[in-house]
Nanobody
Framework: QVRLVESGGDLVQAGGSLRLSCAAS????????MAWYRRAPGKQRESVAR???????NYADSVKGRFTISKDDAKNTVYLQMNSLKPEDTAVYYC?????????WGQGTQVTVSS
């Protein structure tokens, strides 16, 4: 089985930065995609960033140019660098890894951006 643990969430002022980490443990092989999602209170979960096995990236329009997804294969870890944070970015952030065609989710980390 695969376990994902997120870290790095915090309360920051608008314009600040955070770096989220998602460490995977267990049997990891043939990862298809690595991604970050978020869910704000009372809102539907939305995709934030995605990194494919080919190295291509996709970002939600609301975060493009501010967020960057990356990975460290040796550590089985995916990162989300978040810059120029806005109050609208306040949400619980979840990482997802597709391993051997199965999706695995972390428990989430809270990001709060104050105005």
């Amino acid at each position: 089985q695969v376990r994902l643990v997120e870290s790095g969430g915090d309360l920051v002022q608008a314009g600040g930065s955070l770096r989220l980490s998602c460490a995977a443990s267990g049997f990891i092989s043939n990862i298809n995609t690595m991604a970050w999602y978020r869910r704000a209170p009372g809102k539907q979960r939305e995709s934030v960033a995605r990194l494919t096995s080919q190295g291509s990236t996709n970002y939600a329009d609301s975060v493009k140019g501010r967020f960057t997804i990356s990975k460290d294969d040796a550590k089985n870890t995916v990162y989300l660098q978040m810059n120029s944070l806005k109050p609208e970015d306040t949400a619980v952030y979840y990482c997802k890894i597709n391993n051997r065609n199965i999706d695995y989710w972390g428990q989430g980390t809270q990001v709060t951006v104050s105005s």
